[in-house]
C-alpha cells in the first residue's frame, strides 16, 4: 500500500500525492469533442492544484550538526553496550536529512557493535529491510563461491550466553546408610531408576527432596505421575544428569522437559532444553506457537529464535495478525524474555516497517503507542512522540495528534511545532499557527521548514515571501517551487511556470514535480513532452499513479501515446544518440522506455537505463534496471557482464573483476573489457594499473559497440591517458570522442589545454559543452576554473542556482572570503549550505575557519558530526587530533 506521508522523500520512494488534475478536459480534447482553445483560468485551477505538504514522521533536530556531534562524542565515551543505542539516534538524524547510505552506515555500525544477541537480530533484520530489493546479490556472490550471510540468521543457541549453574548437593544420601543411592520415578506410563545422587544435583528442591529431610528421601519409588512428564521425557532427565546434555528429542518430549525444569528449578536442565527447542523454529507459525510458550515457561533463546524468524518476514509478517497480536500483546516481562533491554529498539522498527505499509492502520497506531511507552531518554521520546503526532494527524485525530506533538516538542523536537500550527490551521485558528511558527522563527536560527510551514497560513505577497524565504533557506523543498509554478500557470504564465518547476528538476528528480510539469505540458497541449515526463517517471516508480492517486501513469501514458509521433526502431537509435549528446537524461529515458516497448534487445536496454538513472543520483532504480538488464540478457557473457556491474556497484570489487574475465573467457565483447579496465581503474592504486587500463579500453574499442558506448570508452582512455601525463594520446582520445558526439569529451579536452598552460583554450572547451548540455550546471562549475577570479565567481553563482546542491561553489566563495579576511562572512556562507545539506567537506572546512579564529568549540563540534559522515577520513581525524590538543 502507498504511504501518504513523504511528498518530500526521494525519487524513488512511491507514494500517493495529495495533488492531482482533472484530466476529463484534455482527454476530451484528444476526442475530439473540445476546441484546442479550451484554455481558461477555471480550467487551469482543476487541471493544477497543489496541496499542503505533510508535516512528515521524522526525527528533525533543529541543529543536526550539534546532534552529530554529541552523539560521536557519546560514542567515543560510552560503554559498548550504551552504543547500538547511540548508533539508532544517529540512523534517525540521517534518516530526517535524507541521506539513505548514512542511515545505513549507522545500522551496520549498530549491528556491528551490538552487545547482546537480541541487539544483533534486530539491527540484521533492519539492514535487510532496508536492502530489501538486493537478493539478488547473494545469487550473483554465491556464483562467484562467495556467501554472503552478514545479516543472515545466527545460530541463537550458540550465541547467547551461558549462564553459570550451581550442582546442587553432594553424593551424600543423608544420614542412614541404609538409604539405596539409586531412585525410582513412577510415570503414568512406566519406571525410570535414576542416580539418585545425580538427580538430587539438578536443583534445590530435587536435592532437599532425595537427600532432605523430606518422606521421598527414605523411598525407593517416588511417585511423578502427576507432574505431565512422560516415561521417554524422565529417561532423558537422567541421562542429563549425567552427561549435562539432551540428545536429538522430539519437540513434545523437549516441551515435557522444559515444563518440568521450571517446576522443579532445574536452571541447567532449563537452558539445555531452551537451545535444544530454538532449532525447532523454521516457520511463522512455528515461531508464533512456540513464542507463547517461550512466554509462558520464560524460555530466552526460544523466544529469540522466534524473533529471529519473525523479523526476517519483514515485512509480510506484519500482516498476520497472530503476529501482530503477539507484539501488541507482549507484557513487560514477556518483551523482557523476548528481547532483552532491546525492546525500543525493536518496535522503533517494527512501528518504521507498518508505517510504509499504512501510517493509517491500527497496527502502526499501537505498534506506535507501544514505543511511545518505552520511550526514556530525551532523544527516544522526540522520536517517539513525532511520530506518532503524525500518525495521529494523518488519521484526523486532532486531540490525540496535539498531545503528542505537545510532548515531543517539550522534549526539544521543535519541528513538532508544525503539527501544532497544522492541527490549529484545521481548526479554523490560521493566526494561532502563523503566531506560533513566527515565534519559532524569532526565538531560533531560521531554517527552511519554519518559512514554508508559515506560509500555509497567509496569502498573497506574504505567502510568497515566506516561501521564497524558505527556498532560500534550503533549496531542496518541494512544494515552493510547485506552489510558485501553479500559481505562475494560473496567471497564464506559462513560460515562467515552467521555468520555475525545471529549476528543481535541474537538480532533483522529484515525482510530484515531473507530475506537475505534465500538468503544465498538457494545459499546453504540449503532448510530447509531457508523454517524456510520463516515461521518466514509469521508469523511476512502474506503480505510480496520478490525480490524487486514482489513475495509474501508465494509463495516461497510453492516452498519449496514440497522439505522439511513432518511431521505429533506428528512429528511435537516432533519437537516444541525439538526447544522450545533449545530455538530456530525462529525454534519454523517454526514448529507452519507448524502446522497451518494443522488441528491441531488452538486455542493453535496461543496462542503458540503469546508467542513466546513476546520472540522475536514482541509485535504488538503477538497481532494478541493472537487474532487469541481467534477466534479459541475450547471451551467457552479457549476463556475466551484467552480474559484475551489478557486484560492483554493491561494492564487491574482486567478484565483478572475476565476473568480466569469465565473460572475456567467453566471448571478446566491448563491455566486458570496459567493465574491468573501470573496475580496475576505480580500485587500483598501484601506477602500474594505468597500462593495464589503457590496454583493456583499448581492447574494448577494438570490439563492435554503438557510438554512445565508444565515446564513453574514448572519454575514459583520455582520462587514464592524463594521469599518466602522456597529453597528444589524450587529446586524440578526446577528440576522436567529441567526433562520434561524445558531448562530455570537452570537459577531458580542456583538462589537456590547462595542462599545456592554455587557459583561454580550455575555457573556450568548457563554453561550448556549457551551450551543447542540457543539463550543465557541472560544465559551469569546471569552466571556473580556468578563468579569472570575477569570471570564476560568476560562474559558481550560477552553478549554485542550477543546483545548490553541489558544494565546491560554497567552498570557493568561503575561501575567497577568508583570504579577504571576511572570517565571520566565509563561515556563513559554508553555513548556509550545511543547512539543508550534510557534506564532510562543508564541515571540514568550517572546523578549520572555526579552528583559524580560536573557536575551539565549534571546531570540535564540526569535527565529529564530520567523522560522523566518515568516520575513517584521515584529515578529519587530523584536525580533531590537532584541535582537542588546544581544548582547555
Known amino acids: 500500500m502507498r504511504s501518504s506521508f513523504l511528498s518530500e522523500s526521494p525519487c524513488d520512494e512511491p507514494h500517493i500525492h495529495g495533488y492531482g488534475f482533472n484530466p476529463q478536459s484534455w482527454l476530451q480534447v484528444e476526442r475530439g469533442k473540445l476546441p484546442k482553445s479550451s484554455y481558461s483560468p477555471s480550467s487551469i485551477e482543476s487541471l493544477i492544484k497543489i496541496a499542503e505538504p505533510p508535516v512528515v514522521p521524522l526525527y528533525k533536530p533543529l541543529d543536526y550538526v550539534e546532534v552529530l556531534s554529541r552523539i560521536h562524542e557519546e560514542l567515543e565515551q560510552s560503554m559498548p553496550s550504551d552504543r547500538p543505542g547511540l548508533y539508532l539516534v544517529q540512523s534517525q538524524v540521517f534518516r530526517g536529512l535524507g541521506e539513505a547510505k548514512l542511515r545505513q552506515r549507522s545500522l551496520h555500525s549498530a549491528w556491528r557493535c551490538a552487545s547482546t544477541v537480541h541487539e544483533k537480530v534486530i539491527f540484521g533484520a533492519w539492514l535487510r529491510y532496508e536492502k530489501r530489493g538486493e537478493e539478488i546479490i547473494s545469487d550473483v556472490l554465491a556464483s562467484c563461491r562467495k556467501c554472503c550471510r552478514e545479516f543472515g540468521p545466527l545460530d541463537i543457541a550458540s550465541e547467547m550466553p551461558v549462564g553459570n549453574f550451581e550442582i546442587f548437593g553432594s553424593c551424600e544420601t543423608g544420614s542412614s546408610s541404609r538409604i539405596s543411592s539409586r531412585v525410582t520415578f513412577q510415570m503414568r506410563d512406566g519406571r525410570v531408576t535414576c542416580d539418585r545422587c545425580k538427580i538430587a544435583s539438578l536443583s534445590i528442591p530435587f536435592c532437599s527432596m532425595l537427600n532432605g529431610p523430606f518422606t521421598e528421601s527414605q523411598l525407593e519409588l517416588v511417585d511423578l505421575s502427576e507432574n505431565g512428564i512422560s516415561l521417554e521425557g524422565m529417561r532423558a532427565v ?21 515444563v518440568f525444569a521450571n517446576t522443579f528449578c532445574c536452571d541447567k536442565l532449563k537452558d539445555a532444553c531452551d537451545r535444544k527447542l530454538a532449532s525447532f523454529v523454521s516457520s511463522r507459525q512455528d515461531a508464533v506457537d512456540l513464542m507463547a510458550l517461550a512466554f509462558e515457561e520464560d524460555a530466552p533463546v526460544l523466544a529469540a529464535s522466534c524473533l529471529q524468524m519473525l523479523l526476517q518476514e519483514l515485512p509480510d509478517c506484519l500482516a498476520d495478525d497472530l503476529v501482530i497480536s503477539l507484539f501488541l500483546g507482549a507484557t513487560a516481562q514477556q518483551q523482557l524474555i523476548m528481547v532483552g533491554q532491546a525492546s525500543f529498539l525493536l518496535y522503533c522498527l517494527l512501528s518504521e516497517v507498518a508505517m510504509n505499509i499504512d501510517p493509517r492502520t491500527e497496527t502502526t497506531v499501537c505498534l506506535s503507542e507501544k514505543l511511545v511507552q518505552l520511550a526514556v531518554t530525551p532523544a527516544q521520546k522526540q522520536i517517539a512522540f513525532h511520530q506518532l503526532g503524525c500518525i495521529r494527524l494523518l488519521r484526523k485525530e486532532y486531540t490525540e495528534a496535539e498531545r ?70 534550503d533549496p531542496t523543498l518541494t512544494y515552493p517551487y510547485m506552489y510558485r509554478a501553479a500559481s ?23 515525482l510530484e514535480c515531473l507530475e506537475l510539469r505534465i500538468c503544465l505540458y498538457l494545459a499546453l497541449e504540449d503532448y510530447k513532452s509531457a508523454i517524456c515526463d ?26 498519449l501515446g496514440a497522439h505522439v509521433e ?8 537516432l533519437q537516444l544518440y541525439e538526447r544522450w549528446s545533449s545530455v538530456d537524461d530525462i529525454g534519454s529515458l523517454s526514448v529507452i522506455y519507448r524502446m522497451l516497448e518494443s522488441d528491441a534487445a531488452k538486455g542493453v536496454l535496461y543496462f542503458r537505463q540503469s546508467l542513466l538513472l546513476l546520472r540522475l543520483n536514482c541509485p535504488e532504480a538503477a538497481m532494478r534496471s541493472l537487474q532487469l538488464a541481467r534477466h534479459h540478457a541475450a547471451t551467457e557473457h552479457e549476463r556475466l557482464v551484467y552480474e559484475g556491474w551489478l557486484l560492483y556497484d554493491t561494492g564487491h570489487c574482486e567478484e565483478a573483476l572475476q565476473k568480466a574475465e569469465e565473460s572475456i573467457s567467453i566471448q571478446r565483447s566491448f563491455e566486458a573489457f570496459f567493465l574491468k579496465a573501470y573496475v580496475l581503474a576505480d ?13 583493456l579500453l583499448e581492447d574494448a574499442l577494438k570490439c563492435p559497440s554503438d557510438r554512445l558506448r565508444k565515446g564513453q570508452a574514448l572519454n575514459n582512455l583520455g582520462g587514464v591517458y592524463v594521469d599518466c601525463g602522456k597529453l597528444d594520446s589524450a587529446a586524440d582520445c578526446y577528440t576522436s570522442a567529441l567526433k562520434i558526439r561524445h558531448t562530455r569529451a570537452h570537459q577531458g579536452l580542456a583538462r589537456v589545454h590547462f595542462l599545456r598552460n592554455n587557459r583561454e583554450a580550455a575555457y573556450e572547451e568548457m563554453t561550448k559543452l556549457i551551450e551543447k548540455a542540457k543539463n550543465n550546471a557541472s560544465a559551469y562549475e569546471k569552466r571556473s576554473e580556468y578563468c579569472e577570479r570575477e569570471q570564476t565567481m560568476t560562474d559558481l553563482q550560477t552553478v549554485t542556482q542550477l543546483d545548490p546542491l553541489r558544494v565546491y561553489p560554497y567552498r570557493y566563495r568561503a575561501a575567497v572570503l577568508m583570504d579577504s579576511h571576511k572570517e565571520n562572512d566565509a563561515i556563513a556562507e559554508l553555513s548556509r549550505a550545511i543547512a539543508f545539506k550534510a557534506d564532510l567537506h562543508l564541515l571540514h572546512l568550517r572546523a578549520a575557519f572555526h579552528e583559524h579564529i580560536g573557536d575551539v568549540p565549534s571546531a570540535l563540534r564540526d ?5 560522523s559522515l566518515d568516520p575513517n577520513h584521515q584529515e578529519m581525524l587530523e584536525l580533531q587530533k590537532r584541535v582537542n590538543s588546544q581544548e582547555p
Not at 503528542?404 to 500550527?421: C, D, N, Q, T
Open 238 to 258: 537422567s541421562d542429563f544428569s549425567s552427561s549435562f546434555s539432551l540428545g536429538d528429542l522430539p519437540l513434545e518430549i523437549l516441551l515435557e522437559i522444559l
Open 404 to 473: 503528542r506533538f505537545e510532548v515531543a516538542l517539550s522534549a526539544g523536537h521543535v519541528y513538532s511545532i508544525a503539527g501544532l500550527a497544522r492541527i490549529a490551521g484545521l481548526q479554523g485558528q490560521k493566526a494561532l499557527a502563523y503566531e506560533k511558527l513566527s515565534s519559532v522563527i524569532a526565538s531560533n536560527l531560521p531554517l527552511g521548514w519554519m518559512y514554508l510551514e508559515r506560509s500555509l497560513y497567509s496569502e498573497g505577497d506574504r505567502k510568497l515571501a515566506d516561501l521564497d524565504k524558505a527556498t532560500e533557506l
Open 488 to 510: 505562475l500557470m494560473r496567471k497564464k504564465d506559462a513560460k515562467l511556470a515552467l521555468e520555475e518547476i525545471n529549476r528543481l528538476l535541474g537538480f532533483k528528480v522529484a
Open 534 to 559: 510520463i516515461h521518466a517517471i514509469l521508469t523511476l516508480s512502474p506503480e505510480y499513479r496520478m490525480l490524487e492517486g486514482r489513475v495509474a501513469a501508465s494509463k495516461i501514458g497510453t492516452l
Open 566 to 573: 511513432q518511431w521505429n526502431t533506428a528512429e528511435c537509435w
Open 683 to 695: 580500485s587500483g592504486v598501484d601506477p602500474s594499473y594505468s597500462a593495464t587500463v589503457i590496454s
Open 863 to 867: 569535527c565529529r558530526a564530520a567523522l
